[in-house]
């Protein structure tokens, strides 16, 4: 079975500083791993994934994020935060070839200016 | 990007009465689509696993009976709660995936709020 814990339920930051969320995973066989942010009342929007090669992956608005095998990690960052990050973010698991995501509970992202 | 519709993005309705979702991929054709509740301050909670003419996979505690999916189609699928009640209110999301790369797209979620 495939789960994902994400901690930290809420992470303020100044806008400016270091983005850090964090997610762990657990997972029976290789797993995809993806992060997704979510604007109030709208649905879900891909930042970055990571199925297989590069372990560091690239996503759009400046994230990115490292699979650490070793550690079973795949925590999201970025350099600098800006005010229009703030959102709710969800680390998702799933299994090699499958399409059913499984969700972490989310991080609620502050941008204090 | 591919683009995922739902359509109520919200409704009201009275307890009893029964309540149709939409989910509609726009520019490609998914054979497999994903409804999701997600509740206050909670994660998604996958509800079931919707494909193109046949019966839908309901995960475990999930009424199939209540929430009725059907995807008649390669670009609709259709969740209708049947008998609302209170509890029901929720945020209700759609994901489609584009058979290309596998990669799921969200719809922008449908605010269900049962009074």
């Known amino acids: 079975a495939q789960s994902v814990t994400q901690l930290g339920s809420h992470v303020s930051v100044s806008e400016g500083a270091l983005v850090l969320l964090r997610c762990n995973y657990s997972?029976?066989?290789?797993?995809?791993l993806f992060w997704y942010v979510q604007y109030p009342n709208q649905g879900l929007q891909l930042l970055l994934k990571y199925t297989t090669g590069a372990t560091l992956v690239k996503g759009i608005n400046g994230f990115e994020a490292e699979f650490k095998k070793s550690e079973t990690s795949f925590h999201l960052t970025k350099p600098s935060a800006h005010m229009s990050d703030a959102a709710e973010y969800f680390c998702a698991v799933t299994l090699t070839g499958a399409n059913n995501l499984f969700f972490g509970t989310g991080t609620r992202l502050t941008v204090i200016p | 990007g591919a683009v995922v519709s739902q359509h109520p993005s919200r409704v009201i309705c009275k307890s009893g009465t029964s309540v149709k979702i939409e989910c509609r991929s726009l520019d490609f054709q998914a054979t497999t689509m994903f409804w999701y509740r997600q509740f206050p301050k909670k994660s998604l909670m996958l509800m079931a696993t919707?494909?193109?003419?046949?019966?839908?996979?309901?995960e475990q505690g999930v009424e199939k009976d209540k929430f009725l999916i059907n995807h008649a189609s390669l670009t609709l699928s259709t969740l209708t709660v049947t008998s609302a009640h209170p509890e029901d209110s929720s945020f209700y999301i759609c994901s489609a995936i584009r058979p290309v790369n596998t990669e799921a797209f969200f719809g922008q979620g449908t605010r269900l709020t049962v009074v």
């Open positions: 919707s494909n193109e003419g046949s019966k839908a996979t309901y």
């Open positions: 997972s029976s066989v290789p797993p995809y």
